[in-house]
């Protein structure tokens, strides 16, 4: 089972998918895949909300970039946090753009249920940094292989869901 | 009874939130409170636009900031057109940001009917500016706020609604 | 029959609607209206991968600016990729806002079945490019209008479509 929470920054799609988690999981403990690295003050605040509000409900590993091997070896459901933070990281580290998205589909084949966070950065206007475009493009594509690949697809806005599969 | 229409730029909010709030009236008229401080031309044709729609029906009110106390005094529906612009002001007042929620709160537990008009702008590519960034953030706790507390939820585009709650 | 896909970049907005004007058109041939001039490198090759997986199954016609004029003579379904591109070429050409919009107005009159495809730029934080912000209101003016004439609307994300309408 593969469930993606696609969202805009803020939109409430982290709590949203945490809350799906825990209810799935009843008193068997999740693991927590937080994809983040630590770059600026301003993302280890943002950062910190987050892991406050995990508190003792997750496992918490922390893996900005070897996705596959990290999740190929554990059995019980993963949310991963997020995989737009995974797809910079790789970018950063320079890892082609053909092998993240073999990766992620490798991800996607893997037996263990998976929760996934992904932001939709494409609805807003075509920025002049090509950069960004590179980005919001692989983002994109990302996305679609995992819209394509799971069994549920909440849109979120709001602090709501909306389900697209 | 409150209701929040979320949406972007130009996706039809205001006139669907118009449409929604007439047709709950029938003939009683409703209040039409208009957040926008006046900063350039740019802005004011926009407002003629929105101005010249309303005609005679809604009674009008202009208040950039003070939004609680204003709407506490009222004892019909009013729509609020629109959150973003008085999170906006709010900013520009430097008010803080925990003050502006908790505005904003307060403003949710009124009693009187709230037909809320809200972007959405966490939907594109995050922005290099902090202070964008910044209102990012503010909009989108401000909106999951709303979705929290709001009877009903419509996510806006092309003119059309789709119910998230 | 009217449809229109909206959705972001790389949504998949593209190959849902591919998708469905072949459903619908069986073993008739539909129409391909490719909008796109061809500015750059990057634009170009974009343009190869939405030519390589048209193959065989459509006629193209390549057409930037005379929507109306191409359009009134078909009589057969026509998928229109994209109209975002032929509002921004249109604005590139100089033509006036309000007979862009007046020449879609009369487009979405024809008899011919069209299925148009649309990217939803207005759901990111506003920018300070005062060009990037007339794209904007004029793509969200003819979404409006699109929303409005269509008989069936596809908000997509993720390579999925919700409909609106």
Not at 36 to 44: G, H, P
Request: charged share 25%; glycine share 6%; proline share 4%.
């Amino acid at each position: 089972m593969k469930t993606l929470f696609i969202g805009g920054v803020k939109s409430g799609k982290s709590r949203l998918a945490e809350d799906y988690v825990l209810q799935r999981c009843g008193n068997e403990k999740p693991y927590y895949l937080a994809t983040t690295e630590f770059f600026d003050d301003e993302m280890k605040a943002r950062v910190a909300v987050h892991q406050q509000r995990r508190q003792d409900s997750f496992i918490t590993i922390e893996e900005p970039v070897k996705l596959l091997a990290t999740l190929q070896d554990l059995d019980r459901p993963v949310l991963v946090e997020c995989v737009s933070m995974w797809l910079n990281n790789a970018l950063y580290h320079q890892i082609p753009e053909s092998d993240i998205l073999q990766e992620l589909d490798a991800v996607l084949q893997l037996p263990v249920e998976l929760i996934l966070i992904h932001n939709e950065v494409g609805l807003g206007v075509i920025p002049d940094n090509r950069l960004a475009r590179q980005f919001i493009d692989l983002s994109g594509k990302a996305a679609q292989l995992m819209g394509r690949h799971c069994d549920r697809v909440f849109f979120c806005s709001a602090g709501l869901k909306l389900q697209m599969k």
